[in-house]
Structure formats: C-alpha cells, structure tokens
C-alpha cells in the first residue's frame, strides 16, 4: 500500500527534499485530475479564501507550484517577491464551487482563510530549489497568525515511470487543527473521510481546552498545536510519556511482544541492554530499538523511527501507534484492532483521541502512525476521475 509516510514524510516546515533530479526538462506531462473545492465554511466568503497546491513533480522530480489547469511549474527562487516570499495563491471562485486540476504530483493542498500565506523560494543543500512551508505551529513563523490548514495528496497518473497508478489523499492533525476539511474522492468507487461530526471544530477546540496538560495546545480559536510541536515550543510537558513507557519497557523485560504485520509476524523483548529486540518469524532480526522519549512517542521518530524497509519499519510503526493510543501494556497481540480499547489510559495521546472522537467515521490523522490498524483519514483509488475537498462548517 502507498502511504502518507512513504509518498508524504518529507514535507514539512523547512525546505523540502526531492529525489536526485535531473536539471529541468520537462517530459510530455500526464493529463491532470479534477479538483473540486467547496466553500460550505459558513464563516468565510470565497473572496477571503486563497488556495495553494504545492510539491513534488513525480514526472520531473523537482520541487513545483501547481496552476489552475493543472500544469507542474518548477519552483524558483526569482519567485520571491519584494517581501521575500512568493504568491502562489489562487483563489476561490466568485461563488459557488471552485474547479482547479492536480498534475502528478505529491504535495499539499493549502487553505488560507482571511488573509493570503507566505511560502518562501529557498536553494536547498545542492543548490536546487525549495520552498520552504509554513509552520503554523511556531510563534516566530510568519504564518503564526493565519487561519490556514490542508490536505496532502499523491496523484500518480497511468504511464508515470516507477510509480503505481492512482489517487492517494488524507486529510491531517498531525501537525496542527484549525479548519475544518472533508475530502471525497470518486474512481473506482466514491469515498469520503475527514467530515466532523456537527460542532465538531468547536469541541475539539473546548475539549482541549479542558484536557489537562493538553490546554496550552490551543491558540485563541485559530488553531490547536499537536502536543509534539507544542512540547518543542515550550508549551508541553517532555516527561509526559515517560512513566507509561517505563511501564511497557518493563512488562516485556519478562515476556514476548506478538507483532503481526501484512509482511508477517515478530516475536520480541526487551534484552539486558534495555533495546526492544524483534525477531520476523522467517528469521532476519531487526534494528535494536532503544527506549524512547515521550518526544519520539508523539513524533513517531527517533527511537521510534519506521524506515521504509520491510523489516524494522513495520514493527516501529506497531510500537508508535501503540504507545499514542496506550495500548501496548495489554496482553494480545500488537496493533490493537479495537478502538474502544484506544485511548483508555489517562496517560495518552488525547488530542488524537479528541480528534477521532469528532470525526464521522471515527478515523482521523492524530499522529503519524495513525494509519496502522486503518484509522487514519486516508483514502485511496487506483482509478481516480476527481477529488472534491469540502470546508465544512465551523
């Protein structure tokens, strides 16, 4: 399966990293997938609303802007205006719905409601160009103050070398919360995820509010921060994992931990130098995985980090969704498949918890391992004819 963390770990804040590229040159260009966008926010008019789709080019690989009939531009440094940032933006229809087109491309699609946002044209390591992404979750940011939020995509097109075919689309809280946004996808067949229940901005917003050590996440009624940002901005506890982790490290100092994944089974402890040991029941063992902190916890990182390789990755990611949903002290075998049994330890990841508990489905992007087990917002079609992505209702 093609995830967000295989097509989407790279994009963040800072500049982003595409593969080794070619110089520019662009080859005869797949034909591009409809976007729908539909303003049902109530509080803003389409005329307050701006749109960026912004990325990698997977038929050139380098770093691009998307325009509204779907043409990949390379991303360039003379972009930046006299500010020092480019615009980008595209904006809504005068009224009613908004028709844009995605090319092959993986990336993000930007919402910028009530004022426009500030993505800044940078050289990465190699000289190449890079744009740099906002990051909401930080003070110092320029976009600190802007209502924004988005979804992430990979839309592969037939015939696009190496890559399987197909529209893969999740809307997220990994990072941050702040608008509300749904995503249907139709192909094959039509699918929706992201929708919140009604009033469901409002709650999460309260809920967090009132959840302790969680209520400094939240930013006036602009946005809430995911604990991990909110730990590295001072507004978080750096201990707050750690006596559930001591719990579990323990526990398997002295029996097995099952891990059953789609490329098979793990047997594994915690051996006499405190590393989590696994190995796959055809033999090969895994990288030694070390205690980790309540940051690679919330982070799904560091310790926790899931390489794409098969082996540790998978058990990685099992022991990130455990630890975020506070299962992994139970008996049975890992990941948990019943999420009436998440979340029920006082010492959790609650801001996930919030977030599923205001979803329609129940399926949302609270962390990065999120999509173990199938809980994550996440929809995907291997023959896609068009996405439609929703501002519902404040």
């Not at 940078?122 to 740099?132: F, K, Y």
């Not at 979804?151 to 893969?168: K, N």
């Not at 709650?203 to 809430?224: E, K, N, P, T, Y």
């Not at 978080?236 to 891990?259: E, K, P």
Request: overall charge negative; hydrophobic content about 40%; charged content about 20%.
């Amino acid at each position: 399966m093609l995830r967000r963390r295989t097509f989407l770990a790279g994009l963040g804040a800072t500049a982003l990293t595409v593969p080794a590229a070619t110089a520019w040159a662009r080859t005869a260009a797949p034909a591009p997938l409809s976007l729908t966008i539909v303003n049902d926010s109530g509080e803003f008019a389409n005329d307050s609303i701006w749109v960026y789709v912004v990325g990698t080019d997977l038929v050139n690989n380098v770093q691009c802007r998307a325009t509204p009939d779907g043409t990949a531009v390379p991303v360039s440094v003379s972009d930046n205006g006299s500010d020092g940032y480019t615009d980008y933006a595209m904006p809504l229809a005068a009224s009613g719905a908004t028709t844009l087109h995605l090319p092959t491309m993986s990336g993000r699609v930007y919402f910028a409601l009530g004022s426009k946002l500030k993505f800044k044209a940078v050289a990465d390591g190699n000289g190449r160009p890079a744009l740099q992404y906002p990051a909401g979750w930080v003070e110092s940011d320029p976009n600190f103050g802007v209502l924004h939020d988005f979804v992430e995509f990979t839309h592969v097109a037939p015939g696009t070398p190496d890559l399987r075919p197909g529209m893969y689309c999740n809307t997220t809280m990994v990072d941050q919360f702040s608008v509300p946004l749904a995503i249907r996808l139709d192909g094959a067949r039509s699918q929706t995820t992201g929708t919140l229940a009604p009033g469901g901005r409002a709650r999460i917003f309260a809920d967090v509010a009132a959840q302790q050590d969680f209520g400094s996440l939240v930013v006036d009624d602009v946005r809430v921060i995911a604990p991990g940002h909110g730990l590295d901005a001072g507004r978080f506890r750096r201990d707050y994992f750690d006596a559930y982790i001591d719990q579990v490290w323990n526990r398997y100092r002295g029996t097995d931990l099952r891990i059953q994944t789609e490329g098979g089974g793990y047997t594994g402890h915690v051996d006499g130098s405190g590393h989590f040991v696994f190995t796959k029941d055809t033999g090969e063992a895994t990288r030694p995985i070390p205690r980790p902190s309540t940051r690679d916890v919330f982070f799904c990182d560091g310790a926790l980090a899931a390489p794409n390789d098969g082996l540790t990755g998978p058990v990685a990611a099992v022991l990130g969704a455990g630890f975020n949903r506070s299962i992994l002290h139970e008996p049975g075998t890992q990941p948990g498949t019943d999420p009436a049994a998440f979340y029920r330890n006082p010492v959790t990841n609650h801001y996930a918890r919030i977030a599923h508990s205001a979803t329609v489905d129940g399926r949302a992007y609270g962390f990065a391992f999120d999509d173990v087990g199938g809980f994550a917002s996440y929809v995907e079609d291997p023959q896609p004819t068009s996405i439609t992505v929703t501002l519902t209702p404040f």
